[in-house]
């Protein structure tokens, strides 16, 4: 199973960019998934997740109130709408799913997707 991340790209702070990470060949399976994010220089951190069903999320403080995770399981798609960007949220993207809510470890990662935000 792969999984393919999109939509990233240069955009000034305050703006927005939807994420969206497709799993290609087959279905997410019986996995959470989820975001994390590496900027220059840092480790990579978890940034936002989502059950198997889509009916509880989590999010890293750092986002929380603007961005938002989803799915939709139908087209085995997952996305993250990001709102009120900040030159901080500049990072590589990364999706991920996991057997574990928690997101301490994970099963599969897709490849990044670059965020640029500009001051």
């Known amino acids: 199973v792969q999984l393919q991340a999109s939509g990233g790209g240069l955009v000034q702070a305050g703006g927005s960019l939807r994420l969206s990470c497709a799993a290609s060949?087959?279905?997410?399976?019986?996995?959470?998934v989820g975001w994390f994010r590496q900027a220059p220089g840092k480790e990579r951190e978890f940034v936002a997740g989502?059950?198997?069903?889509?009916?509880?999320?989590k999010y890293t403080d750092a986002v929380k109130g603007r961005f938002t995770i989803s799915r939709d399981n139908a087209k085995n798609t997952m996305y993250l709408q990001m709102n009120s960007l900040k030159p901080e949220d500049t990072a590589v993207y990364y999706c991920a799913k996991t057997r574990w809510f928690d997101f301490d470890s994970v099963d599969y990662w897709g490849q990044g997707t670059q965020v640029t935000v500009s001051s």
């Open positions: 989502i059950t198997l069903s889509g009916s509880n999320t």
């Open positions: 060949g087959r279905t997410f399976g019986p996995y959470h």
